[in-house]
């Protein structure tokens, strides 16, 4: 029953858009047309600055201030069960200690999530089935640490009716994703995350796209030198766009949220990321984000 009613009040959440699928499938194909200017907005982990990182509340305020996409972070519980916990172990986000894994679900829903100071709140971990269903004609979501739950996460999403809606992705190459999901892969929609560091990093993204041509390539780097940060239209060329995560400084060679939100330097924060190519960017200031590239007409 008590599972019951956390499903009844996610579906009754209420959304400002009247017409909110008409939105999401916007964005879905914004997200699939590497051509357009427009930048879409991630918000890394809901808006976790005025709610518990990964909880439904968080998601919630992300989604009413008008995101693109949410982030999640995928573990199992010992019964199988698919919940939203970034970390391993549940020591630093909530009232309890141990890992995921080590719980039922029906034991882990007994824990609260702690706000950004620390103090323990009424939230509690929403399992991947809840996160869709509140994003559901809305907004996509970012499956991050997800390869071990593929398979899982795709039944959800079929039952949820939120396949288009979901954004799979890996730090793997190509070759080590098809060996492990030799038929998922066709069926969902796909990115890669490749280093640029890495001095096989333009090979990695020529082998995805001569496969399957991901939706997009997102690109971490904490030097900002690589030549295919200057060189990448063959990129969109060849079918995926450009995701730079703009969070902290070892993403994005030092190009980061906190250069334009503290120190109100856009033009060597996300002037820079967007000047190389990025036409999604994933933030920790989505409500700043949104209004920067609204004033510069490239999001709704």
């Known amino acids: 029953m008590k599972q019951l009613l956390k499903i009844a009040a996610v579906l009754l959440i209420p959304f400002c858009a009247s017409n909110a699928h008409a939105q999401v499938n ?20 809901g808006d976790w600055r005025d709610a518990p990182e990964n909880s439904l509340q968080a998601y919630q305020h992300a989604i009413l201030m008008g995101v693109d996409m949410i982030e999640i972070d995928l573990h199992k519980t010992s019964d199988g069960v698919i919940v939203i916990m970034h970390d ?12 995921v894994s080590d719980y039922t679900y029906e034991q882990i829903e007994k824990f609260h999530l702690k706000n950004g100071l620390g103090r323990v709140t009424r939230n509690t971990i929403p399992t991947l089935e809840e996160v869709m ?32 809606q979901a954004l799979f992705k890996s730090e793997s190459p190509y070759e080590e994703v098809k060996k492990r999901y030799p038929e ?49 239209q063959w990129i969109n060329a060849h079918g995926s766009k450009i995701w730079i995560n703009s969070l902290w400084a070892s993403l994005n060679g030092g190009h980061e949220d906190d250069l334009a939100f503290e120190d109100n330097n856009t033009k060597d924060s996300w002037d820079w990321i967007i000047n190389h190519g990025a036409t999604v960017i994933q933030t920790d200031h989505p409500r700043e984000l949104l209004a920067y590239l609204r004033k510069k007409h490239l999001h709704k």
Do not use: C, W
């Not at 172990?89 to 309890?96: H, K, N, S, V």
């Not at 082998?207 to 030097?223: L, S």
């Open 26 to 45: 916007d964005i879905i194909k914004q997200m699939h047309d590497p051509s357009t200017k427009q930048v879409l907005v991630a918000a890394h982990r």
């Open 184 to 232: 998922l892969i066709d069926s969902i929609t796909y990115m890669a995350v490749v280093d640029l560091d890495k001095p096989d990093a333009k090979q990695v993204i020529e082998d995805y796209q001569k496969a399957i041509k991901p939706v997009a390539f997102e690109v971490i780097f904490k030097k900002d030198t690589s030549a295919l940060l200057t060189n990448n």
């Open 88 to 99: 391993g172990t549940i020591d630093r986000t909530t009232d309890g200690k141990g890992k």
């Open 133 to 164: 269903l509140l994003a559901k004609g809305k907004v996509m979501v970012n499956l991050d640490k997800s390869l071990p739950y593929y398979q899982e996460a795709y039944e959800i999403l079929k039952k949820t009716g939120t396949l288009k």
